[in-house]
């Protein structure tokens, strides 16, 4: 490209407006005492790599607070210069938005705050924004004997997944881990520092809870918690599927899943490029009452199937074993990767679109793609389910409806370009199973971002009938859109 004197002024400006931006911001900042990351430096080096690494943004700067008044000089400063400002607390966003899904945000990097207290008089933990969520389980379990319900993977913040759901192997049991949460301090986008709950702005605390990274920054949590069981079982089936018999094993999953699942069974169905759809879960109990408890969808199955060994551990042990890692006690990020993903949130998975589904899996998934890919379709909803127990408009968490949860993956190697012409196989396998049903029937979960949805479509797969409450939430605590970012909610009065 021949590069034009009137193209290359242009660059030259605009790199020169971006020096003159961080250097008043971090002025800012450090006036009034806030700790920041140099750029160049190993903690900013450290702090501006993205867990996604097909969607790296550069910030104008990055401060790095240590009290909820760092973080509420953070956003006084990024509000009086016109900076917009991203919360990063584990930084395991798949669309990059704790850098705020494009470059120049002020990113106000948490991971330094991440302590944990348990007062037992009140089964209350305080836990700060940048914990991670395989030290939470660590230190209420070694420390206390207690736990909450929360997502596998041990180097996710606390924060994003809290904010926007929270759903794990615990969750048929006992809940989102939002479910959790009875009251926050936040700092508001006017930096203002406010209490939320249940009694104390009521409003604010519905949308913390399902939606809350479009309303502030969370600077600290408290949470209920549970007695960590002693007696778990983790266990697995193979499924053995062929295109001819997955639609019936589908549908066997589904009745078992709607009617019959009891609480304690928690599981999702998954295939991680194998070609060997298999079951695996977490069972609230020991070996012997979990086969008494799976047995009826066993008898139902399509015939071909294996079961493993079931295995007995304890609260930790399980945490570590679903982790993919020896231990879990983590206060850095998670190893990078190259990818794209995309959600579904589904009523139900049967008929035509779990044979859309299959066929999508079989002819295509598994016969044209060759590199590392996978899906979990998790069990969410059901008859016994605890995420569905909670009615539908207690949280801003909009798929308490929904049956399932399926996370689509797609993964280059971290030396390799993810090419444009790849985003069709995860955009085919999803449009395959929605041009099947209702829009009513069907979502996506944030936590899963898809970052390549547009504004309007994510808010409506992300909040469904949610969305306007939400946008009148947002008119009414960031108006000026100080926390914007690619698919925050529009504010709507």
Request: charged residues 20%.
């Amino acid at each position: 490209m021949r590069v034009t004197s009137t193209l290359l002024a242009g660059l030259v400006a605009s790199t020169a407006d971006a020096l003159v931006a961080k250097a008043v911001i971090d002025k800012c900042l450090t006036d009034a005492g806030v700790p920041i990351d140099v750029k160049g430096s190993e903690g900013w080096n450290e702090d501006v790599a993205p867990f996604n690494i097909r969607l790296p943004y550069l910030p104008t700067a990055i401060s790095v607070p240590a009290t909820t008044k760092h973080i509420q000089d953070s956003v006084n400063c990024g509000k009086k210069l016109g900076i917009k400002v991203s919360a990063k607390s584990g930084g395991h966003s798949y669309a990059s938005f704790g850098f705020g899904g494009e470059n120049g945000h002020l990113v106000v990097e948490l991971d330094q705050m991440y302590n944990v207290t348990y007062d037992a008089k009140k089964n209350i933990a305080t836990v700060q924004p940048g914990a991670r969520l395989g030290h939470v389980a660590t230190v209420l379990y070694e420390q206390y004997g207690r736990a909450i319900a929360h997502g596998t993977c041990p180097g996710v913040g606390v924060s994003g997944h809290f904010l926007h759901g929270g759903f794990g192997f615990s969750s048929h049991m006992h809940g989102l881990a939002l479910d959790f949460v009875q009251s926050v301090t936040v700092v508001l986008a006017d930096g203002s520092v406010k209490e939320a709950s249940a009694s104390s702005n009521p409003d604010l605390f519905w949308g913390i809870k399902g939606a809350g990274s479009n309303f502030g920054i969370v600077a600290s949590w408290k949470l209920s918690t549970f007695e960590a069981p002693e007696k778990l079982t983790k266990f697995g089936v193979s499924l053995g599927w062929t295109k001819d018999t997955a639609v019936a094993g589908l549908e066997a999953v589904e009745k078992y899943a709607k009617n019959i699942q009891p609480r304690e069974v928690n599981f999702r169905i998954g295939d991680y490029n194998k070609g060997q759809p298999g079951i695996e879960g977490l069972y609230y109990g020991t070996p012997a009452q979990w086969k008494k408890a799976f047995q009826p969808l066993l008898d139902t199955l399509p015939k071909g199937y294996n079961v493993s060994e079931p295995v007995a551990l304890n609260w930790i042990q399980t945490v570590i074993a679903y982790s993919n890692y020896d231990e879990v006690d983590w206060i850095h990020p998670s190893p990078q990767e190259n990818f794209y993903s995309k959600s579904l949130t589904l009523k139900g998975l049967n008929g035509t679109a779990a044979q859309a589904f299959v066929d999508y899996y079989f002819d295509v998934a598994n016969k044209v793609v060759d590199r590392f890919w996978f899906f979990q379709l998790d069990m969410h909803g059901g008859k016994n389910s605890q995420v569905a127990k909670v009615p539908q408009d207690a949280t801003s968490y909009a798929h308490r409806d929904k049956l399932y949860i399926v996370q689509f993956y797609d993964r280059y190697e971290n030396n390799e370009t993810y090419p444009a012409s790849s985003f069709g196989f995860l955009d085919g396998w999803v449009d395959a199973v929605t041009d099947t049903i209702p829009r009513s029937d069907w979502g996506a979960y944030i936590n899963y971002a898809d970052a390549r949805l547009p504004r309007v479509e994510a808010e409506r797969q992300y909040y469904g009938e949610h969305l306007p409450q939400l946008q009148s939430l947002k008119a009414k605590y960031d108006p000026k859109q100080l926390f914007y970012y690619p698919q925050s909610v529009e504010p709507k009065a």
